[in-house]
């Protein structure tokens, strides 16, 4: 069964700041990963899809990388904003069951201004 | 930007009444989900659909669930006796193709079951 885990689970940094968001999942065996943004009470923004033979994603001020053999992925925000405040999820697709994504319980971040 | 629609955004039910959510997917996608998340709970999968099938279901996904795309455009997600542990919030997603491709998501339609 493949498990998310997402530390931290709250950062609170100031404005301007570059920061790392880490997700871990158990089974290697993945499609790919997929980072979501989540304001509240919203639904889910895709930010980045990483696939299984990628080792980065860039898209603005993001970047993703995937180290799929040790089961882990960071998001990386430069330059922080307070509009960049939001719940950060991650979830994987596994090979074995290609439908269906699996979400880590996110990472709240506040940027503070 | 093409985005997934859902109706209604928010809707209060009586426990044991039945529930419909509505969700308008991507136009040209051909893959279809459900999900839900509880309040202060993680994001979990419930349902995939293709071709007018259901092609997985998670064990969330009992007997008093059921999905069916009824025209063209429209993806359902009805839940046939509500209980007060499915208030949650319901996600619809869609993508292009299967395993590799993003999957997008709607807003979401937040169910009270009271």
């Known amino acids: 069964k493949q498990e998310v885990t997402q530390i931290p689970a709250a950062l609170s940094v100031p404005e301007g700041e570059n920061l790392v968001l880490n997700c871990s999942f158990t089974?290697?065996?993945?499609?790919?990963l997929q980072w979501f943004r989540q304001d509240p009470g919203k639904g889910l923004t895709s930010l980045l899809l990483?696939?299984?033979?990628?080792r980065e994603q860039t898209s603005g001020r993001l970047n993703a990388s995937l180290d799929k053999s040790s089961g882990r992925s960071t998001l990386y925000i430069a330059a922080s904003q307070p509009g960049d405040s939001a719940t950060y999820l991650c979830a994987v697709r596994r090979k074995t069951s290609g439908s269906r994504l699996t979400f880590g319980e996110g990472t709240q971040l506040t940027v503070n201004p | 930007e093409p985005e997934v629609t859902q109706t209604p955004s928010h809707q209060v039910t009586q426990m044991g009444q039945e529930v419909i959510l509505r969700c308008v997917p991507i136009?040209?996608?051909?893959?279809f989900y459900w999900y839900r998340q509880i309040l202060g709970q993680k994001v979990e999968f419930l349902v995939s659909?293709?071709?007018?099938?259901?092609?997985?279901k998670s064990e969330i996904f009992d007997d008093q669930f059921s999905v069916e795309r009824p025209d063209g455009s429209n993806f359902t997600l009805k839940i046939r006796s509500t209980k007060l542990e499915d208030s949650a919030m319901y996600f619809c997603a869609s993508s292009a193709v299967w395993g590799r491709d993003t999957i997008y998501f709607g807003e979401g339609s937040w169910l009270t079951v009271v």
């Open positions: 136009s040209n996608h051909l893959y």
């Open positions: 089974d290697s065996a993945i499609y790919n």
């Open positions: 990483i696939q299984s033979s990628q």
């Open positions: 659909f293709y071709n007018n099938e259901i092609s997985e």
